[in-house]
């Protein structure tokens, strides 16, 4: 089935401690972008990659980290965490960078920093 | 830059009965893409229709319609004969055809409650 996985589901963590949000997506897409979503604002972009080794800075990237070594895998890293980074957080990929044929998303990751 | 704005925070409709949701965005270029997007309780995000800006036809998804008024700047969405599986929020997004605009522009969602 082709999809885009995004692990885990769901995260508690403290303040300061790293962590990786893993996405991997099985439809060969050259494009993959990372977005949180918060209520009242909608879905914005944090990073987006447009294939490997190629990626660029979204509308919010304060505080984030990515990387795209495989074509496949855009893990989304959080080096010190903290309670604003409190948000659901969604993978999304797509055939090129045009991206005319939308994208497919992930199922969310619920972030919560204490 | 690109805006996009979703007039109705909520909408609620009658199941059986017919929704518009509206969306407005605003842009300099000629030619870009256009979305609706669902997003339910399980929080899947789901494409629901596209509309390409240089196609004048409306696009249609068996229940789902737009009416794309490109010179109004205004993609709205029809739901016909609504169900209970309608509820959601839904995303109105915009995509540039042009490089060094690689990310889709959302609104920030109006949320359909559908009534037995």
């Known amino acids: 089935e082709a999809q885009v996985t995004q692990n885990p589901r769901y995260l508690i963590t403290v303040t300061g401690k790293k962590l990786t949000v893993t996405c991997s997506q099985n439809m060969n897409h050259e494009y993959m972008s990372w977005y949180r979503q918060d209520p009242g604002l909608g879905l914005r972009q944090i990073y987006y990659?447009?294939?490997?080794?190629?990626?660029d800075k979204g509308d919010v990237p304060e505080g984030y980290k990515v990387s795209r070594k495989e074509k496949r895998n855009f893990p989304l890293i959080l080096e010190s965490p903290s309670p604003n980074q409190t948000s659901l957080y969604f993978c999304?990929?797509?055939?090129?960078?045009?991206?005319?044929?939308?994208?497919?998303f992930g199922s969310g990751t619920r972030l919560t920093v204490v | 830059a690109q805006t996009v704005t979703q007039s109705q925070p909520e909408m609620s409709v009658q199941e059986a009965e017919t929704v518009t949701l509206s969306c407005t965005y605003d842009t300099s270029e000629s030619d870009y893409y256009l979305f609706w997007y669902k997003q339910p309780p399980s929080r899947q995000m789901i494409l629901v229709i596209r509309?390409?800006?240089?196609?004048?036809q409306n696009a249609t998804e068996n229940r789902f319609s737009v009416n794309f008024q490109k010179a109004a700047k205004s993609f709205s969405l029809k739901i016909s004969d609504s169900q209970l599986g309608d509820a959601a929020m839904y995303f109105c997004?915009?995509?540039?055809?042009?490089?060094?605009?690689?990310?889709?522009?959302f609104g920030k969602g109006t949320k359909l409650t559908v009534n037995p």
């Open positions: 990659s447009m294939n490997v080794e190629v990626t």
């Open positions: 999304a990929s797509s055939l090129t960078w045009t991206g005319d044929n939308g994208y497919t």
């Open positions: 509309q390409e800006a240089y196609k004048q």
């Open positions: 997004a915009y995509r540039s055809s042009q490089g060094g605009s690689e990310k889709l522009v």
